[in-house]
């Protein structure tokens, strides 16, 4: 079976921000909340932009976007706590989203070096800065796994600039 659709076909540039984030936005993520403790203390950005790197030695990936007010304070962190979150977590990351402050949607506790550690999420990795590098609007922050947790549950997913849960296929 052949599926026929019509594809829009655009360059990216500098006046087509919105169309290459839609057709980026075509990716479905799994949906984090990335950590840290800063001088403002306790402070937590929602991102989409993660993914694992390495086992040996065990390294994950996340982006940073250089306008964001809490840039600065998850470039400076020596450490981090990356939450993979559950489908019943969406207040979650709406709030996180919204503010480094979202702590208040969130049952949390301070583990090893006072880093914020959200209950509930489906994973937790707690990382160390190993590396940074520049990717044009975002900061590309490598961390090395110090800890991680699991558990089973539904994970909450963005798709389409969408959150949403996964419906298994057939």
Same mark, same amino acid.
């Given at each position: 079976?052949?599926?026929q659709c019509q594809m829009e076909h655009f360059s990216p540039g500098p006046d087509m921000g919105r169309?290459?984030?839609?057709?980026?936005?075509?990716?479905?993520?799994?949906?984090?909340?990335?950590?840290?403790?800063s001088e403002a203390g306790p402070v937590g950005i929602t991102a989409n932009s993660f993914s694992s790197?390495?086992?040996?030695?065990?390294?994950?990936?996340?982006?940073?976007?250089?306008?964001?007010?809490?840039?600065?304070?998850?470039?400076?962190?020596?450490?981090?706590?990356?939450?993979?979150?559950?489908?019943?977590?969406?207040?979650?990351?709406?709030?996180?989203? /919204?503010?480094?402050? @979202?702590? &208040?949607? %969130?049952?949390?506790? !301070?583990?090893?070096?006072?880093?914020?550690?959200?209950? #509930?999420?489906?994973?937790?990795?707690?990382?160390?800065?190993? /590396?940074?590098?520049? @990717?044009? &609007?975002? %900061?590309?922050?490598? !961390?090395?796994?110090?800890?991680?947790?699991?558990?089973? #549950?539904?994970?909450?997913?963005?798709?389409g600039g969408r959150f949403g849960n996964f419906a298994a296929a057939g």
């Amino acid at each position: 079976m052949t599926l026929q659709c019509q594809m829009e076909h655009f360059s990216p540039g500098p006046d087509m921000g919105r169309e290459l984030r839609g057709a980026l936005s075509r990716f479905g993520t799994g949906v984090t909340v990335v950590t840290a403790q800063s001088e403002a203390g306790p402070v937590g950005i929602t991102a989409n932009s993660f993914s694992s790197v390495s086992l040996d030695p065990p390294l994950v990936l996340w982006s940073a976007a250089k306008s964001s007010s809490r840039f600065p304070h998850f470039t400076r962190a020596e450490h981090m706590a990356i939450h993979v979150l559950a489908e019943e977590q969406m207040p979650v990351a709406r709030a996180f989203a /919204a503010s480094a402050h @979202g702590f &208040d949607q %969130a049952n949390w506790s !301070a583990g090893a070096k006072d880093l914020p550690l959200l209950d #509930g999420c489906l994973a937790r990795f707690e990382c160390e800065r190993y /590396a940074e590098y520049d @990717g044009g &609007d975002h %900061a590309i922050i490598v !961390a090395r796994v110090l800890r991680a947790s699991v558990r089973q #549950g539904e994970p909450l997913l963005f798709f389409g600039g969408r959150f949403g849960n996964f419906a298994a296929a057939g």
